[in-house]
C-alpha cells in the first residue's frame, strides 16, 4: 500500500505534467485575427422588436377607440362586475365597467364606466343608465337572458348636447324609450289608486300609452301623473279630453243599483286610464306636456259642466240609517245634486235634537245648462205649493237611501227660510218606511195583548166537547139505523100518496082550476067597472051628490 506522501509526490507529478502539455499546445494553435467591417445584428433580437411593435399598435388602437369615461351612481352593485360587466345600447357594447367604489357617505355605489371613442354621444347630459336584472312586474317579465349572461348596463341616449360625466342610475327601467314618438301629458288626481308605473292609458278600448312618472304634489293634496301617448294616437287627444280611471274592475253598488265596467284583462290585474272627450267636440290637438285632471269614472269625467252650486240644509227628526255622505239628492227622478254631511243638532238645553243633512244641489240641470232661480223665488214657490224633501229607499238589496224632493199634497204648512250665507233651508217630511214601521209597531202591540193562551185554552175545551158530541151523534145514527129509518120510511110513502093527490087537484082540467079561473075573471070585471067609475067621479066630483046628470036628461 502506498502512504499518503507517496500519493502527494504523485499528484504533484501529474500536475506539472499537464502544465507543460498545455504551454505546448497554446504555441502550436495559431492565434486569431480581427476582422475590420459594420456589426451585424443577430436574428434573435427581432422577435422582442416585434412583439414590442405589437403592443404599441394595440396601446395605440385601444387610446384612438377609447371614448370618455363617466361615473354612474347606483344604490346597489349587485351583479355588477369591474372589467366583466358590459354597457350595452339595443345589445350592442358601447362600454365597459372598468371600477366599482363606495361613495364618501356609504349610501351609494360609484360605478366607474369607459366608453367606446363611437358611443361619445352617450355622453349627453340626460342619458339615462339603469342595471338589467331578471324582474318580475306589472308590466310584465323581463331580463330573463342575465339568469345566463350576467346583469349589464343598458343606456338610453339622450338629445341633449351638453356632455356630462356623472349620472344617477335609475332603480327602475324606463317605461318609455326617448327614441319613440309621441306626446307627454300630465294628470292631476286625488290620489293613486290602483295605478303604477307602466300602468296601461286607452283610447276605445286600444292601449295607446302608458304611466311613466308620478309624484305627491308640493301641498300634499293630490298626486300628479306623468303619461305618454305614443304617435300616431297621440293626435287624439285634444283640448277637451277627459281622462278617467279604468283601473281594474270598477264596481258601484248605490241607491242607482249596481253598475259593473272594465277596459280589459289587463287593466284588471294592473290598472289603467282611459281618455275620450263629449261628443259633437271640435277641440283643437293639444300641446305637448299638457295639464288634465283624472277623474274617478266615466261618468263623472263626460258629464256636463255644472253652473253655480247652492247650498241645502234639510232637518229630519227621525234616523237616518242608510243615508250616507255622497247619495244623490233626487228631483222627480232627475239628480241634481248630493248630500256632502249628515250631522246631529241639540238644543241649547240638550234635551231634543234633530239630523241635519247639508248637501249641494245644481238649479242648472234642471234648465239645461243655464242659471235657474238665482234669488230663490221659484224654490219658494215649490214649497208654497207641498215640495217636500223625504228620505227614501234607494236600493232595498244594500238598504241605501237618498233624498227625494217631490210633492206632497197633504203636506204641513212650511216657508222656505233663506239663510244671510245663501244657505236655502229646505223642509222634510217623514219618510214612508217610519210610517209604514209605526203601523207595524201598532199591530204588534195588539197582537201582543191578543189573548192567545185564553183562546187556545177554549178552543182545546170546545175540541174536547165535539169530540164527546161527535161520539153520541154516532150512536143516535146507529139507533136511527136500527130503530127510526123503518118508520121513516112510512112516513115517506104516505108523504108521496098526498103528493100524488095534490097534483091531481092542481091540474089544468081539475074542477078545483076551472072554478078559480071563472072566479078571476070576475073579479077582472069588477075592476074594470071600478076603474070606470073611478075615472067618471074624478071628472064629475059633482055626481055623488047629484048624480049622474045625463042619464037623468035622458029619463025626461
Known sequence: MMTMSENKVNNENSDHHETDIGQENQQRLPEPQK???????????????????IALSLAVKTLLN?????????????????GKTTVRFKQVDIGLVRQIGLSDDRSHVIVKVELRKDARNFAAKDSRFWVVRPRIDTSGVSGIDTLLSGAYIEVDGGNAKEEEDKFIGLEVPPVISSDVPGKAFFLKAKDLGSLDIGSPIYYRRINVGQITAYKLADDGKSVELQTFIQS???????????????????????????????????????????????????????????????????????????????????YFDKSLRGLAAGAPIDFMGI????????????????????????????????????ELDPDGVIFKRFIQNGWRAQMRTG??????????????????????????????????????????????????????????VEIGQDVRKTLNNMNTT??????????????????????????????????????SDAPMQQD?????????????????????????????????????????
Open 232 to 314: 300616431p294616437y297621440d293626435k287624439f287627444v285634444t283640448t277637451d279630453a277627459r281622462f278617467w280611471q279604468a283601473s281594474g274592475v270598477d264596481i258601484s253598488l248605490s241607491a242607482s243599483g249596481f253598475n259593473l265596467n272594465t277596459q280589459s284583462l289587463a287593466s284588471i290585474i294592473a290598472g289603467g286610464i282611459a281618455f275620450g272627450y263629449p261628443e259633437n267636440s271640435n277641440a283643437t290637438i293639444a300641446m305637448n306636456n299638457s295639464h288634465f285632471s283624472l277623474w274617478s269614472s266615466r261618468t263623472e269625467a263626460l258629464k256636463v259642466p255644472d253652473g253655480k252650486p247652492r247650498q241645502v240644509i234639510m
Open 516 to 556: 078559480v079561473r071563472r072566479a078571476l075573471q070576475q073579479m077582472t070585471r069588477a075592476a074594470a067597472s071600478l076603474q070606470l067609475m073611478s075615472d067618471y067621479i074624478e071628472q064629475h066630483p059633482e055626481s055623488l051628490i047629484r048624480g049622474k046628470k045625463l042619464e037623468v036628461e035622458n029619463v025626461k
Open 35 to 53: 476582422k475590420k467591417g459594420r456589426w451585424r445584428p443577430s436574428l434573435i433580437w427581432l422577435i422582442p422588436f416585434i412583439a414590442f411593435l
Open 66 to 82: 377609447t371614448g370618455p369615461t363617466i361615473h354612474v351612481s347606483f344604490k346597489t352593485a349587485n351583479g355588477l362586475v369591474a
Open 395 to 452: 236600493n232595498l238589496l244594500t238598504g241605501q237611501n237618498y233624498i227625494a224632493l217631490d210633492k206632497f199634497p197633504n203636506a204641513k204648512t212650511a216657508v222656505l227660510k233663506m239663510r244671510a250665507n245663501g244657505v236655502v233651508e229646505i223642509p222634510t217630511t217623514p219618510t214612508e218606511l217610519s210610517g209604514l214601521q209605526a203601523q207595524v209597531s201598532q199591530i204588534a202591540d195588539k197582537l201582543n195583548k191578543f189573548p192567545l
Open 335 to 370: 239628480d241634481i245634486g248630493s248630500v256632502n254631511s249628515i250631522n246631529v243638532e241639540f238644543n241649547s238645553t240638550y234635551t231634543q235634537l234633530r239630523m241635519r243633512v247639508e248637501g249641494i244641489i245644481y238649479p242648472s240641470r234642471l234648465a239645461q245648462g243655464k
Open 470 to 507: 161527535i161520539e153520541s151523534t154516532d150512536k143516535l145514527v146507529k139507533q136511527l139505523d136500527s130503530k127510526v129509518a123503518p118508520s121513516m120510511q112510512a112516513t115517506l110513502d104516505e108523504v108521496r100518496k098526498t103528493m100524488q093527490s095534490t097534483e091531481s087537484i092542481f091540474s
